[in-house]
């Protein structure tokens, strides 16, 4: 199973950039990272999401993140949001979009085997 995740955050005026860079890392590694006019977006493979398989199952939150990537399938593609403010302390926390105080991190994983993704995520 190969897959692309791309995570993107928006860096609000108030915010140090480097901050959002260390969130977004403290949850994924990745291959490239790009900034932009507000915001930051990093990009990698499966290794980037070694980590946050890892933390999903010392959290005991599998369950809850199977149903999140289940609910944000589309196509070949899994979407979901984790909050900026609690990744800058490495700890994934699922969100609803426009629920978090500083802003969300967006997450797009593209697969070739969605199933088996989420079944690789969350094995219990």
């Not at 930051?40 to 070694?50: D, F, I, K, Q």
């Not at 909050?83 to 105080?101: R, Y």
Request: with cysteine; aromatic share 6%; charged share 30%.
């Amino acid at each position: 199973m190969k897959c692309k995740i791309t995570a993107r955050a928006r860096v609000n005026p108030t915010e140090d950039q480097d901050k959002v860079i260390n969130a977004i890392s403290n949850i994924f590694k990745f291959d490239e990272l790009e900034i932009g006019e507000g915001y930051v977006s990093v990009t990698g493979e499966n290794e980037s999401l070694l980590d946050l398989r890892e933390s999903l199952k010392l959290r005991k939150i599998r369950d809850t993140a199977e149903r999140i990537f289940i609910n944000g399938i589309e196509e070949n593609k899994i979407k979901f949001s984790l909050s900026k403010q609690a990744a800058l302390v490495s700890i994934p926390n699922f969100v609803d979009k426009g629920m978090s105080i500083l802003g969300e991190i967006d997450v797009t994983i593209e697969t070739d085997d969605v199933e088996g993704f989420i079944k690789w995520m969350t094995a219990k």
